[in-house]
């Protein structure tokens, strides 16, 4: 069950002790009791011609660690930060509550996620944000998290929800989709697992989604990759699934695999670049990505 104690977006931004993400800016984005919840912001180097100047609104993205929703570390996504901040993007790690550090259940780390989407959109204007172009990506258990914001209505836990929640495309690298009976997470979650299976939510508000999965990987089957694929084509809605031949969970990690990781930032900076978020080609280097 959602914690009955008011979560809270915060109004004002407030900086953080030293991010644990050399150069970015720390903000808390929602508090929960005595649990202050963490933004990690890495910006763009601006050009000098737009030094002086009023700079135009980026697009945005903010990564969810993977971990099963009980742990996970909020520097997972580092390197894909760091990237896409390199193409001219507001790049964001966001904290989520998990049950190893806060005792709670998978629908408050969706929760913790929507208000990470919201307080982003909400602060667009103060942090050179679009705020619709704001993109939401995360792998596994943070995979599912992302995923839940944009298709998933309903828990909402700020005080604030005339501002939305969904993002406006998802990246989901081996991403939990389906809580329902042989899904994962299926046991923990109980009679509730409908209200959190991204899978069981597809309808036309979803937005434009891309999906890396390795046809190895224990724990999301490449069946439940080509349904939601497919289910989202029903919907009328675009889903690129891309599958990696023999790679397990979690192949897309820089530290576990170089080559992968470059394919799926070259495919994934090519996503965006076709959504008109960017522009040019991708800034790194790979065969596999051609």
């Known amino acids: ?9 915060t109004s004002a931004p407030v900086v953080a002790q030293k991010s644990p993400i050399a150069g970015a800016r720390s903000e808390v984005y929602k508090r929960v009791d005595d649990v202050e919840l963490r933004m990690h912001l890495l910006f763009p180097d601006e050009p000098e011609s737009e030094q002086s100047g009023e700079q135009e609104p980026r697009p945005a993205i903010v990564f969810f660690f993977g971990g099963g929703w009980n742990g996970g570390r909020i520097e997972q996504f580092e390197p894909q930060a760091r990237y896409f901040a390199s193409r001219g993007m507001v790049a964001a790690l966001a904290d989520y509550r998990v049950r190893s550090r806060h005792k709670t259940t ?11 989407v919201r307080w982003l959109r909400k602060h667009n204007e103060r942090l050179g944000i679009d705020p619709n172009r704001l993109a939401a990506a995360g792998g596994s258990a943070g995979g599912h998290v992302a995923a839940a914001t944009g298709v998933i209505d309903g828990l909402e836990s700020d005080t604030v929800t005339k501002i939305s929640s969904r993002p406006n495309a998802l990246l989901l690298f081996n991403p939990v989709f389906d809580n329902g009976p042989g899904g994962y997470g299926h046991e923990r979650l109980g009679k509730r697992w409908r209200e959190i299976s991204p899978l069981h939510h597809i309808g036309k508000h979803a937005p434009p989604t891309i999906v890396f999965l390795g046809t190895k990987d224990k724990l999301i089957p490449v069946s439940t990759g080509e349904a939601y694929r497919d289910a989202m084509k029903t919907a009328g809605c675009r889903c690129d699934l891309h599958l990696y031949e023999g790679q397990p969970h979690g192949f897309f990690n820089r530290q576990r695999n170089a080559k992968a990781y470059a394919d799926t930032i070259v495919k994934s900076d090519r996503f965006l670049v076709e959504l008109g978020w960017l522009h040019g080609e991708p800034a790194i280097a790979t065969d596999a990505g051609k």
């Open 106 to 116: 998978p629908f408050e780390c969706v929760a913790d996620g929507k208000s990470a």
């Open 1 to 9: 069950m959602l914690l009955a104690t008011l979560a809270l977006l």
